[in-house]
């Protein structure tokens, strides 16, 4: 598991990981410890690991040109990267983003 090493011994190779749903248990084959990882999100642009959680809008067009968010999912946005979409987001809080093809439209999350 690239990124991960025992926090007792330093060992990256003989580890044994499950995961259980968003977290992974691990399990040292060296010397014994075992410890739950959270799964840390890395940018694919960069590779750095400066990423922060953001809700993300799940618009779904009703008629026309109407549209509802029907949910959210979380994203991670890399704070190098993503640095634009994330200022927008951090100003239209507590909104989730919305989708990058869709105008802004706030009429609907103005209900919620
Ligand atoms: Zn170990
Ligand atoms: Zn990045």
């Keep these: 598991m ?5 926090p007792t011994c330093g060992e990256s190779d003989r580890l044994v990981g499950e995961r259980d749903s968003e977290v992974i248990h691990l399990h040292c084959q060296r010397c014994g ?16 690991t400066d990423m922060q959680a953001v809700p993300k809008a799940i618009v779904e067009k009703s ?10 999912r979380t994203i991670h946005l890399c704070s190098a990267c993503d640095a634009d979409t994330l ?10 983003l919305m989708p990058d093809q869709l105008p802004t439209i706030n009429a609907e999350l103005d209900d919620r």
């Design 2 to 6: 690239i990124g991960t090493e025992c």
């Design 33 to 48: 410890t075992e410890w739950d990882r959270e799964p840390v999100p890395t940018c694919k642009q960069c590779g750095g």
């Design 63 to 72: 008629r026309g040109t109407q549209l509802s968010v029907v949910g959210t």
């Design 87 to 96: 200022a927008v987001y951090h100003r239209n809080r507590p909104n989730p």
